[in-house]
Nanobody, 125 residues
Framework: QVQLVESGGGLVQPGGSLRLSCVAS????????IGWFRQAPGKEREGVSV?????????YCADSVKGRFSVSRDNGKNTVYLEIISLKPEDTAVYYC?????????????????WGQGTQVTVSS
C-alpha cells in the first residue's frame, strides 16, 4: 500500500517562498513517478500537474509556474520536494502530491493511483 504525506504548507506573504515535502511509504520512491497538483479555494483540483518528477531524475513544471516552481527528489529519504518562490496570492491552494507506479510521471491527475491528503498554502499579506 503506497501512502503519501505532504507537509510544509502555511501562511506566507506575497513574494515569499516555501518548500513542500511529499514523503512516500510502502514502496521505494525509485519506482514512483510523482506529480504535484493544486486545488484553489472554491475550485476543483486541477487536472494537470504543476510539476512532475520521474524516477529517472527528469522533471517538468507547467509553463504557468516555470521559473517560480521547481521539483526535486531525494530517493534516499523517499521524499519529493516542491519549492515555490515569489509566491503570489493566486498560488493559494491545497497542494497535493500523487504517485504513479512506473518510471515516468504522468502529467494528468487521472493517471495517478495514489494521493496524499494535501497541504494548505495561503499567500496573503
Amino acid at each position: 500500500q503506497v501512502q503519501l504525506v505532504e507537509s510544509g504548507g502555511g501562511l506566507v506573504q506575497p513574494g515569499g517562498s516555501l518548500r513542500l515535502s511529499c514523503v512516500a511509504s510502502g514502496i521505494k520512491l525509485d519506482y514512483l513517478g510523482i506529480g504535484w497538483f493544486r486545488q484553489a479555494p472554491g475550485k476543483e483540483r486541477e487536472g494537470v500537474s504543476v510539476c512532475i518528477s520521474s524516477s529517472d531524475g527528469s522533471t517538468y513544471c507547467a509553463d504557468s509556474v516555470k521559473g517560480r516552481f521547481s521539483v526535486s527528489r531525494d530517493n534516499g529519504k523517499n521524499t519529493v520536494y516542491l519549492e515555490i518562490i515569489s509566491l503570489k496570492p493566486e498560488d493559494t491552494a491545497v497542494y497535493y502530491c500523487a504517485a504513479s507506479v512506473g518510471f515516468i510521471a504522468p502529467k494528468f491527475a487521472g493517471e495517478y493511483e495514489y494521493w496524499g491528503q494535501g497541504t494548505q498554502v495561503t499567500v496573503s499579506s
